[in-house]
């Protein structure tokens, strides 16, 4: 194929990556009003079944609607979209490269949403409560802004996610030579510390209980990634 036969392939499926999440961004968009009350069950669990938000600006729930739409259309359609892209770099790959792509492709997948769901059903409800309750002063009105909300739901959501990949990252740096699980094991408590400081970077609060939550699975992965480059250290 020639540079532009190859650039109009990745268009193609570009604008094809493109109508799957316009046609998932229709759906939610449909369902917006139902969406929106699943995402703020956590702050009414936490203040109550009556807790409202404040509107700042003119265009925030509009825009959260459009914002919310969009995100979590990519997220739900995640794997479709990265097997669409996978197809544009296959005729280039041998078929062990091609398994291998595949079997990425799942794998993050399903690491991402873990971590999405370990947020959601363990973290973000603790740590609304740890800041809108225990350690708000008395005096102190504790309703947030509608955008502020979201902005906290979703970046919290995207870290957890995003760190997940982390067994993605060692194995694939195991492939290419660049560590090897020998290096893991002996230099694990290093590893550990470093997971540590960054779980401390990348959470939100100062509170530890965000912190431990996001260390401890990122160690147990850690540890699960080292033992899967040692096996597929053996199969070589």
């Known amino acids: 194929m020639t540079l532009g036969?190859?650039?109009?392939?990745?268009?193609?499926?570009?604008?094809?990556?493109?109508?799957?999440?316009?046609?998932?961004?229709?759906i939610t968009l449909?369902?917006?009003?139902?969406?929106?009350?699943?995402?703020i069950s956590p702050y009414r669990k936490v203040l109550g079944p009556n807790a409202h938000f404040f509107q700042i600006q003119l265009m925030?729930?509009?825009?959260?609607?459009?914002?919310?739409?969009?995100?979590?259309?990519?997220?739900?359609?995640?794997?479709?979209?990265?097997?669409?892209l996978w197809g544009f770099i296959v005729p280039a790959v041998d078929k062990k490269t091609e398994r291998w792509g595949k079997f990425i492709i799942i794998f993050s997948t399903l690491l991402f949403w873990s971590g999405l769901a370990l947020c959601w059903?363990?973290?973000f409800e603790g740590f609304l409560?740890?800041?809108?309750?225990?350690?708000?002063?008395?005096?102190?009105?504790?309703?947030?802004?509608?955008?502020?909300?979201?902005?906290?739901?979703?970046?919290?959501?995207?870290?957890?996610?995003?760190?997940?990949?982390?067994?993605?990252?060692?194995?694939?740096?195991?492939?290419?030579g660049i560590l090897s699980s020998k290096f893991l094991f002996y230099r694990w408590r290093e590893s550990v510390?470093?997971?540590a400081v960054v779980?401390?970077?990348?959470?939100?609060g100062p509170d530890v209980f965000s912190m431990m939550m996001l260390l401890l699975p990122l160690t147990f992965l850690f540890f699960l990634s080292a033992f899967i480059m040692m096996l597929m250290e053996k199969a070589d």
């Open 30 to 39: 449909y369902f917006g009003s139902e969406i929106h009350s699943l995402l």
């Open 199 to 204: 779980s401390a970077v990348l959470s939100p």
């Open 129 to 176: 409560r740890v800041f809108l309750v225990v350690l708000r002063p008395d005096g102190i009105d504790p309703y947030l802004p509608i955008d502020e909300y979201y902005d906290l739901f979703f970046n919290l959501h995207l870290v957890f996610g995003a760190s997940f990949q982390l067994p993605i990252v060692l194995i694939l740096l195991g492939r290419l």
């Open 60 to 84: 925030a729930p509009f825009i959260i609607y459009l914002k919310t739409s969009f995100l979590l259309s990519v997220l739900v359609a995640l794997p479709i979209l990265l097997y669409i």
């Open 121 to 123: 059903f363990t973290v």
């Open 5 to 26: 036969e190859h650039l109009e392939e990745l268009r193609q499926r570009l604008i094809y990556s493109m109508i799957v999440v316009f046609v998932f961004m229709v």
């Open 193 to 195: 510390l470093i997971i």
